[in-house]
């Protein structure tokens, strides 16, 4: 925004605007918690009480800092930050909506409403009627109108061995006090309870399972459907394995060795699904969390929002539970991670498989969570990305130099800048780290240094070889026997549509020639 543009949005402070030169962490938890708790704001960080522009660019440590005031304080509505350039300064915007539900506390306990231009305390009668208005009680602990006595035995111990219950008498008490009881005569089970302790929880609460929807190559309606139900825990484990077992392994050949590698990772899919279950909205009783299943994509989509304050911008840095008795019983049967650590180590996960990240979608009405099965790196570098390994270990991060070092690729300090991101330092560690560890050879010295893979690494010829050098390898492979694609990928690491392509274009050269079809075909020297 240009200067004047900036004074006429934000003249003064007001209901819905505060102005701060600093990141106090008490003045930034009680403007938070007077927008959460009444209509919502924004707070300028950079900017005087005057409106003077003072500037205060969001870096990574501003950032961390305000994620962590924002963590201390007590349900805050969601919040975003923001850099705002505003002529030639920039300041920060912390963006907070009010709450929907529930009511936010400092850190110290303050419940503060935005009154004006001012933070102010509630208490007595008005606390009493803004807690009237906001607080809600958790659906998941309510009635869910089926008695103690239609909880599966089975199920039942299952549950007290998770939590390591010992003594029958003991259940009662137990089930209580995790909220999937509650008290009365005779006593019933919570939402939370009978998606734990009922075999067909759906019979009672709806669309409370998963559907599996496959979709063909060509897009267009699903092909298969397929309904995941039983207890909450139980749909995590059958969902995934289901999953996993439809997409398949791509295998590859290297040398002697063979690599299965999952299309994506095991824990990454599990985590997607865990989450989906623990929370979606179950009053949302007419929905179903759905899996969608394409080529280049597994898609888990659970009916509700995030739960505040969680958004897609903050959503490594914030944590919330819409069904914090569900999470915790997923987390007993060790199918879900520990609060913060969810998708910290989805993505973590996707990147030391060389995958792209998961994409985090909110539209208001469900969440969506699209992992993705294509990547710029293909199962044959992947697989020698882990025969490299076993020479020595190596960092996440290095993965994918090594990829393109394998590809011919000359790195310098600002080469590998753009590829993993970082500075100059980091960079220089990098390759030093590689250089070091007998991966990568140094070439010049200083600024004029580059480094490319050491030669006795020998990858596969598919990812070192250039289209001319890697056809002349074909025909010396086709002088000592008739050739196959299966063959050709063995040798080479080449991916088979790629290897395809390889002998389409020297059967068109009139260099081979194709005898068969499907799997019976061979090449031939012409």
């Excluded at 960080?45 to 005057?50: A, P, W």
């Excluded at 009672?204 to 063909?216: A, H, N, S």
């Excluded at 492979?477 to 050739?483: F, Y």
Aim: charged share 30%; glycine share 10%; net charge neutral.
């Amino acid at each position: 925004m240009s200067e004047n543009s900036f004074r006429l949005a934000f003249p003064t402070e007001s209901q819905y605007v505060e102005r701060k030169t600093g990141v106090g962490s008490t003045p930034i938890q009680e403007t938070a918690v007077a927008f959460s708790n009444a209509g919502g704001g924004v707070t300028l960080i950079g900017v005087d009480d005057h409106g003077g522009l003072v500037g205060r660019e969001l870096t990574p440590g501003l950032e961390d800092d305000l994620h962590q005031i924002m963590r201390q304080i007590h349900d805050p509505g969601r919040y975003e930050l923001a850099t705002l350039q505003v002529g030639r300064v920039a300041i920060s915007v912390l963006s907070v909506a009010e709450r929907v539900g529930g009511v936010a506390q400092t850190s110290s306990g303050r419940v503060l409403v935005r009154k004006g231009t001012r933070n102010e305390p509630v208490f007595g009668a008005e606390l009493r009627d803004l807690l009237n208005r906001r607080t809600l009680q958790r659906f998941e602990e309510t009635d869910a109108d089926s008695e103690i006595e239609l909880a599966d035995a089975s199920l039942l111990a299952r549950l007290a061995d998770a939590y390591g219950w010992s003594g029958a008498q003991t259940y009662a008490s137990r089930l209580e006090e995790h909220g999937l009881t509650v008290r009365g005569q005779p006593v019933r089970l919570t939402i939370a309870g009978a998606l734990c302790l009922l075999e067909r929880p759906h019979d009672r609460l709806g669309k409370t399972f998963i559907e599996v929807l496959r979709f063909p190559q060509d897009g267009g309606d699903y092909d298969r459907r397929t309904e995941i139900t039983g207890p909450a825990y139980e749909q995590v484990e059958r969902a995934t394995s289901f999953v996993m077992d439809e997409l398949g392994t791509d295998l590859v050949v290297l040398g002697v060795r063979r690599h299965e590698l999952p299309r994506v990772p095991r824990v990454v899919l599990r985590e997607a699904v865990a989450n989906a279950v623990a929370h979606r909205s179950y009053e949302a009783s007419g929905s179903s969390i759905r899996i969608e299943l394409r080529l280049d994509s597994i898609t888990v989509i659970s009916p509700g929002g995030l739960p505040e304050p969680v958004t897609v911008q903050n959503i490594r840095e914030t944590q919330a539970a819409r069904n914090l008795r569900v999470i915790t019983v997923l987390r007993r049967f060790g199918l879900a991670e520990y609060a913060g650590r969810g998708v910290d180590v989805m993505e973590s996960s996707m990147r030391e498989e060389l995958l792209e990240p998961p994409v985090f979608e909110d539209t208001g009405y469900s969440v969506r969570v699209t992992l993705s099965i294509r990547s710029a790196v293909a199962p044959s570098e992947r697989a020698w990305v882990r025969e490299v390994e076993s020479r020595g270990l190596i960092e996440p991060s290095d993965r994918i130099l090594l990829i393109h070092a394998a590809r011919g690729d000359r790195l310098t300090n600002a080469r590998t800048r753009e590829l993993v991101g970082g500075d100059s330092r980091d960079a220089r560690e990098a390759l030093h780290r590689l250089r070091d560890a007998g991966f990568l050879e140094q070439r010049g010295e200083r600024g004029g240094a580059t480094y490319e893979l050491q030669e006795s690494l020998a990858p596969p010829a598919g990812l070192r070889l250039d289209a001319r050098q890697l056809d002349d390898l074909v025909m010396t492979l086709a002088r000592e026997e008739p050739l196959t694609n299966a063959r050709i990928r063995a040798r080479t690491g080449l991916e088979r549509a790629e290897a395809l392509r390889v002998l389409d274009r020297l059967v068109e050269q009139g260099r081979l020639r194709r005898v068969g079809a499907k799997r019976g075909t061979r090449y031939l020297l012409a």
